[in-house]
């Protein structure tokens, strides 16, 4: 792969780390707490509950 | 006194209109949300109540012929004249004070058998309320194992209400709980008890206010009376209705003519139930053999000795750390071998270029050098697990309780704050349960100075990087942990007691804790715990940590150098370096660079984020052999001042960890408090002061540390 091209790819990824952490960081929590980010099992929970 | 004959209980008749509204009510630990999972299964709805960060737990339960049933479980309380917020939503939603909750139609009492007493207080005043109750006698297993054999029918017989014995843990006595619930009609209590003469008249004339003005069913305004004149009713929470004005004025005027009088009538009152209830428990419990200390009495009196207690309690945290230490090191190893191997096989299988720069020095030096700590944190909650279920975690607590209240801390803080050594945001989440507001917040405010999980990997890499020789005894290194701990919590602690003496005065309310019996741990409850925070390490590894390395990454290459520059030149120009170096003047009375500084900036996310930040400012400025990924400490141990003096000295590597100790360094836990405390006057007010002290304790120590020539 030549290095422009990768150049091209590697700013690509980094365009979209950005939008994803920018989104997540902004995007308004539909639930109170810390949404499982913690290590708790609130995530979990929270998923079962939609399933059923 | 027995009900006056005029009272008449209000039918049950809406009950059999609409689907039946169960609440579940109990003292805290006696099993009612094991109960409520039993019997509502997966059918749950979790919300907050209104204007309240309590949460409101509703679920389906089905009849014997598949009718639906609604259960709310109500927080657990062990009285109706609640303490704290949790508590005030139970009183008033059994009391029909909130507009966004109905009264339940009838009322599931779950009590502990191994504690009859005490917990027949809570149903001794529902029973006042008039309702359709049924009373649900859990954990009878533990009781038979205690040598107490309970009487049910004759419970049943002096309640008047349906008495069903049961094991929610392992689903035993739920058919006989169902077909209780299923039935049409139940019987309403008939229980009786002697009111104090002299009180009768106050509860009359606040019973016919509550009638007339707060147009409360007969039975219900009785029992509010009752609760109105024993309890200090100082708890209201957003939502709940307040008394009509002639009703207050009636009740401070009994109130001021019981203070004249100088008898403490309350108590009176209190006491006149608690004799009704022993009465009902001599002739229900029989107690097998001897009443003396049982086994987890004995244990408890060398446990929480004032003494051994401490003596134990030490032991018990340093053989934590130092199996830390110890048994992680070896697959640490396995794991770091693995990323460089993988970083290796990248550079030979690529070509120069950007991508594959960003993959090795970016995605898989960030991640790696994260993950790496996995062994580390699974060890500290198998340990943290195997405390908790074997009930010694709730001595620990008995333990702390008197020093916390030195320093002004409510000794319910203790659990919160325990909680923080995992994670700050439930540590702030937990403290719903202090009761005064003042309180709530001092514990808020120190919480996060509790070394949380995520401060483990910084902890470790600095200790790494200050103790390099592989010959340092495990016990120096885990005794610099253990120092870090003991600093942060001497922290909360000095910052609880001036906050309570400055900003936030006032004295502790005495603690009530409960003590659960000694078990042996459920290994399989531990294991599982254990893997649940693994996963969420590893999950948080692979999608923020990685999102982040990649940002970082860029941060640290771009904009580019001229042709020729070396890697130190590239990344002191780049954005992250301008940056490192803006903050530099802040930061070097403290020993910190330019590099230091992007660390620290990027951490703020989240402290662990600071490893990953070395692992990317630091990979990229490794050039020598460039097939091998030189392990993170040593490449830290080789960066210099531009004088050539050593960065990472062991003066710094402390100072850095005593910056870690007091630094606010968590966006998570802000919104945390920011949502707790209702604005962010609050989280504002804890970045400043904790990183105000992080900079003042890491100069005194920098600083201290230079002057005594280290």
Sequence with gaps: ?52 | MALPPHIVAAPPGPAAARQPVYALVGNPNCGKTTLFNALTGLKQKVANYPGVTIEKKVGTTYSQHGQPITVIDLPGTYSLAARSPDEAVTRDVLLGRRADTPMPDRILCIVDATNLERNLYLVHQILDLGRPVIVAVNMMDLAVKAGLNLRLSRLERELGVPVIPCEALHGKGLIDLRLAMSRPELPLSRHAWDVPTAISAAVSELQAALSSHDRKPPLIARAEALLLLTDQDSVRVAGSTPLHARTAEILAQWKNRWAGDGTDWAATLVNSRYAAIQKITADVVLRAGATGPNRSDKIDAVVTHPVWGWLILGSVLTLLFVSIFSFAETPMTWIDDAFSALADWTRGHMGDGDLRDLITDGAIAGVGGVVKFLPQILILFFFVGLLESTGYMARAAFMMDGLMGRVGLNGKSFIPMLSSFACAIPGVMATRTIEKPRDRLVTILVAPLMSCSARLPVYLLLISALLPSESVPVFTKAGIMVAMYVVGTVGAFFFAWLFKRTLLKGEPPPMMMELPPYQRPELKVVVTQMLDRAWSFIRSAGTVILGISILLWFLAAYPKAPEGATKQQQIEQSFAGRAGHLLEPVIKPLGFDWQIGIGLITSFYAREVFVTTMSVVFNAESEKDKEDTKPLRDAMLTAKWPDGRPLFTPLVCVTLMIFYVFAMQCVSTLAVVKQETGGWKWPIFQTLYMTATAWLASFIVYQGGRLLGF
């Design chain 1, 1 to 52: 792969m030549s290095p422009p091209l990768q150049t091209l790819l590697a700013l690509a990824v980094v365009a979209l780390a950005a939008i994803w952490l920018a989104r997540r960081a902004l995007v308004k929590k539909k639930t109170t707490g810390c949404g499982g980010d913690c290590g708790c099992d609130a995530q979990k929970v929270t998923a079962r509950l939609k399933q059923h």
